[in-house]
């Protein structure tokens, strides 16, 4: 067959099916009643961002060293540049902050390995992290060995303080509440009822009362002749109360893991801690890391607690610094900034365990 | 198949550390012993610490005189009562701020959770900047933010924001004005209690008359009908005996009405959009973890739309949301100890803060302090069991 007619062009479609057109209307103006809180809606961000913005950007003073550098009435930045250093570093002394700076580096460079996963030598770097460089940096930070000059921990504040209060908490965490869920999940009746009391009683008292304890009673425990520093009885307190956390996360994880894996692997003739070394650890640790990045989140953000018992870590630091009779008055400048650095951190972990969540739906989810 | 040359002969009983039994058992001996030791060593070192400052340990300093003020009690206080008030007064304000966040967070969680899911881009994104934004915020940050930055550079008492000549804001909290009972007003609560038990019977009256007959009557809205409108009633017979006495500027203070302090306000406004967020995101998941297919069997079966989302959609869902919400509540009561960092007189502040302070009872004061937190997350995960073995899926 022939067709020697010519086909009609072809049209484009309408345009109120195609474009910013019909996306407004199928998502923003489809019915009165999607209109009228469409307008509600605008109107709202209407009333948070203009002041907002107005505030933060529009009317801020950014330049300056004293805080008669701010004569505008928008946000008075130069506070928080004034004073950036000591919300880093805390009152850690200035001709030292370069081991603080080595440190960082160290840290977001590994955490950054470990975090990519295109990157290689995964196994031999997470164990650089986890052995030589805790060492490393507590010879940096705290000093007293190859000429370094001592710096007691009371200097140490700001970020640098919520970081290693997070990180220490998670890494001392994750053992104790790997022991902790095998134990719970044992059939030995007395290990279990201890792992079950010990988990439920972390996890059923406030983190406040967590950390009097440790910093109040946990002298009278222990001799008197031994003498506790303030921020090792802030770790001991987080990582106790982090490991009961942690326990439930792997808890749920081993339990994911089908009993045929197990029954496979005994009957392989493997002792448990092989079995769980070997088979199930491996495989249901992979299944975790999304809810351990998430319990990681809540102390992260539960770091800010130790201020309570009078240790400086960023937002510490930041009340400190408003209550300076030199810069009275910029409190909310100080609390967006603090609020800012929190959220980025938190925001983009989060955002990471939902990529590895994402990521790991692979096979045992059924 | 050759024999090993180091085969046990047969009949002879394996080495006990090869037997499991066994070596569970000792193991488990250990385990007693090692806490057993650890204890001993604690209560040793504790008993050389107190003696060598001079505490006795007991409760007896429970029935001492406290000897300081405590802005804020529901219960009557004064500088004269025990430290055991203390106790009371701290636990019932906790219970107090941590009520009506749970509540104020339910409301927010479930309106920006079901704002999340909205066809509205606009509504949608609006309530993930919500959840994003004060999630990731640490709550004493939020904490500090309403009580230092919001409520602490609102105007003086001259200058207060005045909502309608009866409701007061400034500087020193929020003055309402309170309600007066008079003599006729004992009815309206019996008729409150008459029209709830009224209502509990005509809902299983009119279940067992649905499975008997099919027919169905709104006994829901009946019953809401009589909760609220009976006492109302009532009290418009009665000719409403409330008076309302008004917050009054004397000086450079309120007087009458109802005072609540900045503190409280701060604390209750954190906890509850601190919480709301997180109860969001568990309802925007609840909801979508019910499959589409039981929307689309109920309608299949004509269900109308609202009986679908009651019958069908909320009762899954609530399946899913009630056990992590549960969870989130007694989060907010524990994140309630807060409290001591601004100043509002909560359990943590007045007995774990000023009380230990004052007497140096710190096991018994902290020991105090934990044992009503753990009872209260044990009652909550008691009920929390039940209800799970109560809507659990029975499978095959």
């Known amino acids: 067959m022939i067709h020697n007619q010519t086909m009609i062009e072809q049209r484009p479609a309408p345009s109120s099916s195609v474009g910013a057109i019909a996306w407004l209307r199928t998502n923003l103006f489809n019915g009165p009643i999607n209109t009228i809180f469409t307008l509600i809606g605008l109107y709202i961000l209407y009333l948070l961002v203009v002041p907002t913005v107005q505030w933060a950007f529009i009317n801020a003073d950014w330049v300056g060293t004293t805080r008669d550098d701010c004569s505008r009435e928008g946000a008075c930045w130069v506070f928080i540049n004034a004073r950036l250093t000591q919300f880093i570093y805390g009152l850690y002394p200035s001709e030292e902050i370069w081991r603080a700076n080595i440190v960082f580096a160290m840290f977001f460079t590994l955490i950054g390995w470990l975090a990519i996963p295109k990157l290689p030598f995964k196994r031999w770097v997470a164990i650089f992290a986890l052995v030589v460089f805790p060492v490393l940096s507590f010879i940096l930070l705290y000093g007293g060995y190859f000429d370094l000059p001592q710096v007691p921990t009371h200097r140490w504040g700001g970020l640098m303080l919520t970081l290693l209060l997070a990180t220490v908490g998670m890494v001392g965490a994750l053992p104790i509440g790997i022991v902790l869920a095998l134990g719970r999940r044992s059939n030995m009746p007395i290990v279990k009822s201890f792992c079950v009391v010990f988990i439920e009683f972390w996890r059923g008292v406030p983190l406040i009362t967590v950390l009097f304890m440790a910093s109040v009673m946990l002298p009278l425990f222990l001799p008197s002749e031994m003498n506790v520093d303030r921020l090792v009885r802030a770790l001991i307190g987080l990582t106790l109360f982090q490991s009961a956390y942690m326990a439930e996360v792997i808890r749920g994880g081993l339990q994911a893991i089908p009993k045929g894996q197990e029954e496979a692997a005994a009957a392989l003739g493997m002792t448990y801690w092989k079995r769980m070394g070997l088979i199930i650890l491996p495989q249901a640790l992979k299944m975790m890391i999304p809810g351990i990045v998430n319990t990681f989140i809540s102390l992260f953000k539960d770091t800010t607690l130790v201020m309570i018992i009078g240790l400086f870590d960023l937002l510490g630091i930041v009340q400190a610094a408003l209550a300076d009779s030199r810069w009275l008055g910029f409190s909310l400048e100080g609390y967006v900034f603090a609020a800012f650095m929190f959220w980025i951190f938190c925001f983009s972990m989060s955002r990471y365990s939902q990529y590895l969540e994402r990521k790991l739906h692979t096979g045992h989810k059924r | ?396």
């Open chain 2, 1 to 396: 198949m050759s024999v090993r040359p180091n085969a046990r002969p047969v009949g002879q009983k394996p080495p006990f550390w090869r037997d499991r039994a066994k070596r569970a058992l000792i193991f488990q001996c250990l385990l007693i012993a090692a806490v057993i030791a650890f204890l001993f060593y604690i209560v040793g070192n504790v008993q050389d610490n107190l003696s060598s400052r001079g505490i006795t340990t007991g409760f007896g300093f429970l029935s001492n005189t406290a000897g300081f003020g405590i802005v804020q009690s529901l219960i009557d206080y004064s500088s004269q009562s025990t430290y055991g008030r203390t106790f009371f007064v701290g636990l019932l304000n906790t219970l107090l701020v941590g009520g009506l966040g749970v509540i104020a967070a339910t409301l927010i969680g479930f309106i920006v959770g079901i704002a999340r899911l909205s066809p509205n881009w606009l509504i949608a994104k609006l309530a993930a900047a919500y959840i994003e934004t004060f999630r990731n915020i640490p709550l004493l940050l939020q904490i500090f933010f309403w009580y230092f930055a919001v409520l602490r550079a609102l105007p003086s008492a001259r200058e207060s924001l005045a909502f309608g000549e009866a409701v007061f804001l400034n500087v020193r909290g929020l003055y309402l004005p309170e309600p007066l009972f008079e003599s006729g007003f004992g009815l309206i609560p019996v008729t409150f209690v008459v029209a709830i038990s009224a209502s509990i019977a005509l809902v299983i009256w009119a279940k067992r008359r649905q499975e008997a007959t099919g027919q169905r009557i709104p006994a829901y809205w009946i019953s809401f009908a009589l909760i609220f409108g009976l006492p109302l009633l009532v009290m418009l017979v009665t000719g409403v005996p409330i008076t309302w006495e008004m917050p009054e500027l004397r000086g450079f203070n309120f007087r009458g009405g109802i005072t609540v302090i900045p503190e409280f306000l701060a604390l209750w406004f954190a906890l509850s959009i601190y919480t709301a967020s997180f109860i969001a995101e568990i309802v925007r998941s609840g909801i979508q973890a019910i499959s589409h297919g039981q929307t689309e069997a109920a309608q299949a079966l004509s269900l109308p739309r609202n009986l679908v989302l009651r019958l069908v959609v909320i009762p899954q869902a609530l399946r899913v949301i009630i056990p992590p919400l549960t969870s989130q509540y007694l989060n907010l009561i524990k994140n309630s100890s807060l409290a001591t960092a601004i100043g509002y007189p909560d359990l943590v502040s007045v007995f774990a803060g000023t009380t230990l302070n004052q007497t140096g009872q710190a096991i018994e004061v902290i020991a105090m302090t934990m044992a009503v937190y753990l009872t209260i997350s044990l009652l909550v995960s008691m009920f929390m069991n039940w209800f799970n073995a109560r809507v659990a899926l029975v499978e095959r």
